[in-house]
């Protein structure tokens, strides 16, 4: 449920006027802002300074929204961190004095292991608040929740930019971060958490922990779970699994830590996709190849954000990596923003070339939950043969579906279901992909963002 | 360095009125709030109204701030677990509606193994965070300051509280938390932290991984250090050995997550002892035997908190099982709170009588750390031996004091060190311990409260 049940007693919206606007109304104040920050940019950055100058972009030249995507350079993670690098700590793009930042935080350094220092300033900080507690509410969070919040506190800003946000709120916010999933669902039960906030992955994990203690999430507290922090939130497969375990709804929520406020992009109780709130972070959908080409709505193409009032390490144009296609027409819950039905759909350098077919392991997992009979953790083994490159998957099975298994039946039963899984792959992506099944437990767990592409291809050859 | 270089910036006190009015304009808000106090406790709060009809005590019984400490009895740890257990989560002590709660947090549960909850309203939150900044501006923080807090953000309050604070001042606050320390020595020099907050005993352990990583932390940009969580602060040799080390001051402060907002227990700079914020919690020292009698100034005894302001859970007159003493002659910073010179200066529970001398494990650790020779982690056995309690001392040597040490030389000079020890202790407690010396690194590391004191006669008997 994404409401509490006394929705009535409190305001339907957190800010009516601005999330009801027409898209007329939104473009203007969007222009205008942008106008704003490239003139800020261009004038106190002097990261920005020299990117533009280098590529030869002034601020004048955008007059309309057009042209902010077809003139502007994008910036990507690669440049942020060697300009960090040059200018420690916080790189050539903190915009404002030292003595202005409140809080210092990192990103987790998943890709490059290297983590990329953010410098906040206050009024970053109290907006950043003010913008994150108007998405959690559009997800439904009130006052009467009881929010427990399983992201770790610490350089990673994930679980700071969402307290921010439930601060303001006035939920009850049980901040226990990273804990033992044991503690988790036992203090859930004690303090009847309504809320949870996880990644899917941790969502899922809780699950199987929860079999194992004898609790039946079914009934437990928690009403609706909003997942962020990794993609698979929309993925309809991953969904499900949570839904069903938890008899709880399923919220997609986020972007990225450079974009705090990341959760502009989240899922109202419509669940009709992630709304993005553009007048805030404005967000294009461009071409995968050419970073200054829009595609229209509808389409694919690789996500870019804008921060229209970050003073403090502003993103104009920031190449976050994700794939995904937007839609604007009217959502039931009277929001005008547009939408990512899909919501994030994956990393585009994940993307996987197999055979002439792009595959994204988030295609992978949505048909292995559909799998009946597939247990909660698998990986994805990517390697060269010969010139090619290959994948296969390693799946564990679900004992449930399998009670009492012993040989020789195991074997017959286990091969039946790495058949089937190997046949819906077939179906659903085009390539045939061969599935071994593992037993359960025997894959590793995550309580943050899980690494389920192993790709060999990267790895240093042994022997 | 206390204050930073540029303090003639900054306004010199938080709240110049509150800060240094008279004793007897102080007494008078004081006896107001209590009064209000027990009114709203004994008519809202169905543990205060049980607890105090027992006692065959009413609020209308307190006409004068006197009649406090000798008429209304004490609360204790013990009985707000009871009350939790009979009414969870939050005993029948919260107060306000759930609805109300902004906050849960709990204890870490050091001495009995159970968490306490604690349940925090909006109004409550709001206010700790403008008390804990102005107990932290006496300290010396200041917005141009980069303050590393090693406290871990989890269930236990200890971290929420400081950080409520720091958000308030406006410094550039990096909560890290708990982390390896090899990373929250490098991230300090990269971010360059003015200000470290942990306890006494990881201000230690930062110094020993200092050393191993090749780190000079005199040359550290950290000019203080704000230690609390056990007791130690105002010990004078951890004291001095963690100001030499870092060569930066160190202040003692806070007193327990149950009074929070628990800074109201801070030093300033003049390093005279800590501050009571006596017209936010108001503090006493009773009779450790005798909880309503009161003891003079300079006279040691238990120390017994009240919160003047709190809604939910309001603590009025707990026994905070501490020992220590009062003074309140007026200190050089113009601020006329009443002072604990020694800081808190141990658990009454920790006492031991050694052939009826009462010796604290604090003072053992005072002669521990002025002896040269000794290095930073020791432990203190006790056990019985016949009808007697018995003690002694584990402690490691200091490598550095002992170059290239070898067998046999190695041998004598470690009997020469314990001798040493030993004979200092006699000196200082009056009773003879004796002490072991073991080598560096064999006994166990602790990044929060440091568990020192090792009970044998409260293990179960094996063989």
Redesign the interface.
Known sequence: MSLPKNAANYKRYWDEERETMTQKQRDKVILERIRHQLNYVYHKIPFYRSHYDRNGFKPEDVKHLEDFTTKVPIIEKKMLLADQREN??FGSYLGVP??D?????GSAGTTTGIPT?Y?IS?RDWDRIGEIEAMCQWAAGIR??D?VQITY????WLGG?GVLAGL?RI??????????ESERHLS?MH???STVLWSTPSYAIRLVEVAKEMGFDLRNSPVRMLIVAGEPGGRNPGTRKLIEDSWDACVHDSGSTSEMCPFQTNIECEEHAGTHLYTDEVYTEIVDVRNSNEPVLMGKRGAVVYTHLYRESQPMIRMWAGDESYMVDDPCRCGRTYPRLPDGLMGRIDDMLVIRGANVYPSAIEDVLRKTKGIGVEFRIIVEKKGALDEISVLAEYDPVAFPGLTEPSKKSALDNLAGEASKAMKVSLGVRVPVSIVDTGSLERSTLKAKRVIDKRRLPKTN
Chains 1, 2 share one sequence.
């Open positions: 420690p700590p030292i003595e930042v409140v809080r210092i935080n220092y410098g206050r006052p009467c009881v770790p506190f610490s350089l700071w601060d006035g939920s009850a916010n049980f901040p226990l971060g990273l804990s203090l004690q303090l009847k």
